[in-house]
T-cell receptor, first 117, second 112 residues
């Protein structure tokens, strides 16, 4: 149980284009999903917290107009990198919290490697 | 400001022996600590956690120890197996939020 699917796993795009990444909880409903970014040899940095049916909460320094997050259902959250530039190239990973929040566990997708040319 | 630190980027251990992965933190507002394991091309998978009110939690070959006064926790794997070779992340849950703060990870290699 507690499977999170993330798609695509790898995307290459031209500078100036937009890229959408999907995150799905396959066997549980996730009222809260999270988007992280990881640079090489660094930790996972939380970008934003996504709550179903409401606006995402962005961490300090993360541009909300650049990284659009939509959490339209209890099993799907999307991250759109708008007008991508080479500095946006990174590893993006999502996670979801199951209904039982007592142990604060998040379940992660496999991540998306974005390369902007 | 790195609130969760894993100072050893890598660790190499012989199969059958104990692996000890360390993690230090600076924030007293953490109420839960979690360890995740990550294989290449996969997302982190939850391994074991511990509440800040406890000092030890054990699950099979995995034991996590918490020393609150030292703001230090460690993950013990015994006996270590080649399949344990992965990157291990320490994460801390911020009290009264949904947030997890991650360390930079330690790459464990278990050799025969």
């Amino acid at each position: 149980g507690a499977v999170v699917s993330q798609h695509p796993s790898w995307v290459i795009c031209k500078s100036g284009t937009s890229v959408k990444i999907e995150c799905r909880s396959l066997d549980f409903q996730a009222t809260t999903m999270f988007w992280y970014r990881q640079f090489p040899k660094q930790s996972l940095m939380l970008m934003a917290t996504s709550n179903e049916g409401s606006k995402a909460t962005y961490e300090q320094g993360v541009e909300k107009d650049k990284f659009l997050i939509n959490h339209a259902s209890l099993t799907l959250s999307t991250l759109t990198v708008t007008s991508a530039h080479p500095e946006d190239s990174s590893f993006y990973i999502c996670s979801a919290s199951p209904p039982d929040r007592s142990k604060n566990i998040q379940y992660f997708g496999a991540g998306t490697r974005l390369s902007v040319l | 400001d790195q609130q969760v630190k894993q100072n050893s980027p890598s660790l190499s251990v012989q199969e059958g022996r104990i692996s000890i992965l360390n993690c230090d933190y600076t924030n007293s507002m953490f109420d839960y600590f979690l360890w995740y394991k990550k294989y290449p091309a996969e997302g982190p998978t939850f391994l074991i956690s511990i509440s800040s009110i406890k000092d030890k939690n054990e699950d099979g070959r995995f034991t996590v120890f918490l020393n609150k006064s030292a703001k230090h926790l460690s993950l013990h794997i015994v006996p270590s197996q080649p399949g344990d070779s992965a990157v291990y992340f320490c994460a801390a849950h911020v009290y009264n939020t949904d947030k997890l703060i991650f360390g930079t990870g330690t790459r464990l290699q278990v050799f025969p």
